[in-house]
């Protein structure tokens, strides 16, 4: 392994403005071109730190992410796979060839509740070794059914492991700014979203659509080949709109899938969808500063549009290319 890189970044935040992406792939430079950040081997041995954080100890740390990793890698389309290989003295933030994951106290983030580092092998995008803190400056439960005040342990990993499987952010979620200046969920309709649900919730044990689309994308298992896609532009006066989110929505199951529009011909792919028509949805980043994940210029001057008409993800296709034209605000 000659050339890493090592990458944090900052997960899970308890209240306040971030980065939001559709299930977006983590990307690694090779050869001049971006590819996707994965684990090239299976399955993915990890440690637990011994120390213990927020009155928990290691082995309730453990149970959760034993809860997390099964949660993973029951998604049928993907093939995911997670090895315990035993406690470990070290911490969660030494590159030391092992991934780690551990309490860290750290209250100088103190909106985050826990975020993962990665070492990646840049010739290949393999990622080597990712460790993930939990902020012990925060309450956490691992009571089966939640504790109020306390932020869910496995609810947080889950998301954390999402990032450690090689996911960034979605955007299936909203939020509205409240009277302190931070932000408060509304709804969210993907593990992947950035911001944190109420201390004492359990809903964010499970995954959604987005995140399943966006695993089974990193990791298919060739069970997939009966799922579809939908390709498109978004395009204003003519030009490519660059970092639209798209938004499919099937309205038979109620299943939401989202992405982006990642070049300046306003072009977009979802994939990984269960076959049938989908209304598509496309609005511009205005939750958050979207600054950190896009590099370069990003269009949100536009007004919330939908698709002329529906459009049909094939099963083991994708649609023709949809043009959807949005207007100026
Ligand atoms: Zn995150």
């Known amino acids: 392994m000659t050339r890493v890189v090592a990458i944090t970044l900052a997960a899970l935040i308890t209240a306040g403005s971030t980065s939001p992406m559709a299930y977006l792939k983590l990307g690694a430079m090779v050869n001049g071109s971006v590819v996707d950040a994965t684990w090239h081997q299976r399955p993915i041995g990890y440690f637990i730190s011994e120390r213990s954080g927020s009155g928990l100890t290691a ?74 803190f939990f902020n012990s400056r925060f309450a956490f439960s691992v009571a089966a059914g939640g504790q109020p005040d306390r932020v869910d342990l496995e609810s947080v990993v889950l998301h954390e492991l999402g990032h450690l499987l090689g996911l960034g952010h979605s955007a299936i979620g909203e939020t509205e700014r409240t009277g302190s200046g931070g932000r408060r969920v509304i709804g969210s309709g993907a593990i992947m979203f950035p911001i944190a649900l109420t201390a004492g919730a359990i809903s964010e044990r499970v995954l959604q659509a987005d995140d399943i689309a966006g695993i089974s994308d990193l990791y298919p298992n060739g069970t997939t080949v009966d799922t579809g896609g939908i390709v498109g532009r978004v395009t204003k006066n003519g030009q490519g709109v660059m970092g639209a989110h798209v938004v499919a929505f099937n309205p038979e199951t109620g299943i939401l899938v989202g992405n982006f529009t990642l070049t300046n011909a306003g072009e977009f792919v979802i994939a990984q969808l269960e076959p049938g028509p989908y209304i598509l949805r496309v609005e511009p980043i205005d939750d958050a500063e979207p600054d950190s994940f896009f590099p370069g210029a990003i269009d949100t001057n536009f007004r919330v549009t939908y698709a002329p008409r529906m459009v049909v993800a094939p099963k083991g296709g994708s649609s023709p290319s949809i043009e959807i034209r949005v207007l100026p605000k």
């Open 59 to 132: 082995n309730d740390l453990l149970g959760a992410v034993q809860r997390a990793t099964a949660t993973w890698s029951r998604v049928e389309s993907a093939d995911v796979r997670f090895a315990f290989q035993g406690m470990t003295a070290a911490t969660p933030d030494a590159i030391d060839g092992r991934t780690t994951f551990g309490f860290v106290d750290r209250p100088d983030l103190d909106r985050v509740l826990g975020a993962t580092s990665f070492l990646i092998d840049t010739r290949t995008g393999e990622i080597a070794e990712a460790d993930i």
